[in-house]
């Protein structure tokens, strides 16, 4: 059974730091790309990163990129997301999924999702 358990968010202020991470269980990072996803109230669900099970090619949003980093553990059948320079509009719930389309947005089972807030 595929389970993916997100950890690590809270509460930040502008400008700061917080680790993402995804632990998973059912499944090798061998077979499965791994994505990130945000969801803030009112708004649309939102594609953040992802790190392809094929060669470890990662891609970004353009609304994160320089700023938050995706990167895989084998060995802990865990995917985390750095995330530095934080700002009050990437407050959202972050979700990690496995993607079935090879980092294309087909989202296949995610986890119950880490609150991130950014707020001073």
């Known amino acids: 059974q595929v389970q993916l358990v997100e950890s690590g968010g809270g509460l930040v202020q502008p400008g700061g730091s917080l680790r993402l991470s995804c632990a998973f269980s059912?499944?090798?990072?061998?077979?499965?790309?791994i994505a990130w996803f945000r969801q803030a109230p009112g708004k649309e669900r939102e594609g953040v990163s992802c790190?392809?099970?094929?060669?470890?090619?990662?891609n970004y949003a353009d609304s994160v990129k320089g700023r938050f980093t995706i990167s895989r553990e084998y060995d802990k059948n865990t995917v985390y997301l750095q995330m530095n320079s934080l700002k009050p509009e990437d407050t959202a719930v972050y979700y990690c999924?496995?993607?079935?389309?090879?980092?294309?947005?087909?989202?296949?089972?995610w986890g119950q999702g880490t609150q991130v807030t950014v707020s001073s």
């Open positions: 999924a496995t993607d079935l389309s090879g980092c294309g947005g087909a989202f296949g089972a």
């Open positions: 059912g499944f090798t990072l061998a077979y499965y790309s």
């Open positions: 790190i392809s099970s094929s060669d470890g090619t990662t």
